[in-house]
């Protein structure tokens, strides 16, 4: 999936300013980093990616569409098409990991048979196969974030996001989730992740997307 903002802006009701005038061009395949400092305008930018939020002005191109061409009804068929992975995991606790996985393809009306094929295809991917019938609190930080990667990746998504998805883990466990990405990433999936882990994205040699105060004030290339 290819992304282009062009000189996009989001300004909240209260007058906060959260995006200015941000532009980058993310090809189809590629893998990125987003930084910056707490509160720069990360988790705001996948927002307007996802449609959770609509920008203020400028525009989002993706695939060929503009975001803000696009109708309410399309939402649903846009975010079935990226994977989204938050720091807190977003588990639900009365479930299964199976049935945490499953949860996308549930919600979209998957054939029952086809679901059971692809949770597993998505557990075994993450290393967690063997694991579906246990419940996520049985189990550690970095197994439960990587529950949270296998239900991003179960629809197959063309691209994946990702929020601060190491801020809990230990330098070991964020090492292994990043590298889960860059195997997405290896397969042909646009993956932009969010991060205040500076030493760690300069060892994935990446492009960076350094934000401050709602403005990309660098964009380094690949590392």
């Known amino acids: 999936m290819e992304i282009e903002f062009q000189r996009v802006g989001k300004k909240y009701e209260t007058g906060q300013e959260a995006l200015s005038q941000v532009s980058f061009h993310l090809q189809q395949g590629e893998m990125a980093f987003l930084t910056g400092h707490s509160g720069a305008g990360k988790s705001t930018l996948l927002k307007l990616i996802m449609m959770i939020e609509r920008q203020s002005h400028g525009k989002i191109i993706i695939d060929g569409e503009d975001l803000l ?20 995991h977003q588990l639900l606790f009365d479930r299964s990991v199976f049935h945490n996985v499953a949860l996308p393809l549930q919600v979209s009306g998957a054939d029952p048979q086809h679901v059971a094929k692809r949770v597993r295809a998505a557990l075994d991917k993450v290393g967690l196969l063997g694991k579906e019938k246990y419940n996520p609190m049985a189990l550690s930080g970095g197994e439960q974030q ?20 190491t801020g809990n883990l230990d330098p070991r466990l964020s090492a292994e989730i990043m590298n889960l990405f860059q195997e997405f990433n290896r397969v042909g999936v646009t993956v ?14 990446h492009r960076v997307l350094t934000l401050n105060q709602g403005r990309i004030v660098n964009d380094g290339g690949f590392s």
């Open 69 to 88: 061409s696009l109708s309410r009804k399309y939402i649903p068929f846009h975010r079935r098409k990226v994977g989204v992975v938050f720091q807190n």
């Open 146 to 165: 990587r529950i949270g990667i296998a239900r991003a990746v179960v629809n197959k998504p063309q691209l994946l996001l990702a929020d601060e998805p």
């Open 192 to 205: 932009l992740v969010a991060s205040h882990d500076l030493s760690l994205i300069a060892r994935m040699h």
